[in-house]
């Protein structure tokens, strides 16, 4: 079982709709999560980072966690065609403080189509 | 404020030769982080750099894998000799303090043929 997992896709969605991304991870100890953003060619761009159950919004995005199920999501709200890239998601394993390296899934691809 | 600089961004070299990746990271971040991306496959933590100190090294692959941080502010990653499984993309990253927001470089490729 891979620590983190996400559908590598491609997601297509039209233009104007929600997108959502989703992930799961395996340590059930992990308190710190994170969505990146990242355009071909180009490094890996934070966009959240969540921490406690529930929703944290920020503009168009919203991340979702819930430790119990072991799964974080990223919902995209009125879907650009700039908003077509690569969606990683990372945790950090184990309490917070007590680690800063990031553990990635393998990304999943979203295009947003006109 | 100048981000994350990778050199070089590409590079191909013969399997059994020497490759050194160099990092910049952001002025004053104290952790400097080596990332690898290996084709299909996740980004992978390499090892962490707290000022000129190793903090984790736990995910170097092997001892072909040499990294330095001489005087707390870039950083080197030596591969010697070279094998084709290195090739990927080698990310570094930076932050400012334990966890504070990660910064990714666009990465530097390397192929080995």
């Known amino acids: 079982q891979k620590e983190v997992e996400q559908n590598s896709g491609p997601l297509s969605v039209p233009e104007g709709a929600i997108a959502s991304l989703n992930c799961t991870y395996s340590?059930?100890?992990?308190?710190?999560f994170f969505w990146y953003r990242q355009y071909s060619g180009k490094s890996p761009e934070l966009i959240m980072s969540?921490?406690?159950?529930g929703d944290k919004e920020d503009g168009r995005f919203t991340a979702q966690l819930n430790k119990a199920s072991q799964y974080v999501s990223l919902l995209i709200r009125d879907s650009q065609p700039s908003d077509s890239a690569t969606y990683l998601c990372?945790?950090?394993?184990?309490?917070?403080?007590?680690?800063?390296?990031?553990?990635f899934g393998t990304g999943t691809r979203l295009q947003v189509t006109l | 404020e100048a981000g994350v600089t990778q050199f070089p961004s590409h590079s191909v070299i013969e399997k059994g030769q020497t490759v050194t990746l160099r990092c910049d990271p952001i002025s004053g971040h104290d952790n400097l982080y080596w990332y690898r991306r290996v084709m299909g496959k996740e980004i992978k933590f390499l090892l962490h750099?707290?000022?000129?100190?190793?903090?984790?090294e736990s995910g170097m692959p092997n001892n072909r894998f040499l990294a330095e941080r001489t005087g707390g502010t870039y950083s080197t990653l030596k591969v010697q000799p070279a094998e084709l499984e290195d090739s990927g993309v080698y990310f570094c990253?930076?932050?400012?303090?334990?966890?504070?927001?990660?910064?990714f470089g666009e990465g530097s490729w390397l192929t080995v043929v």
């Open positions: 750099f707290v000022k000129e100190s190793k903090q984790d």
């Open positions: 969540i921490y406690s159950n």
């Open positions: 990372a945790v950090i394993p184990g309490a917070v403080g007590t680690a800063s390296k990031l553990t």
């Open positions: 340590d059930r100890g992990s308190q710190s």
């Open positions: 990253a930076s932050s400012a303090n334990w966890g504070n927001t990660i910064y």
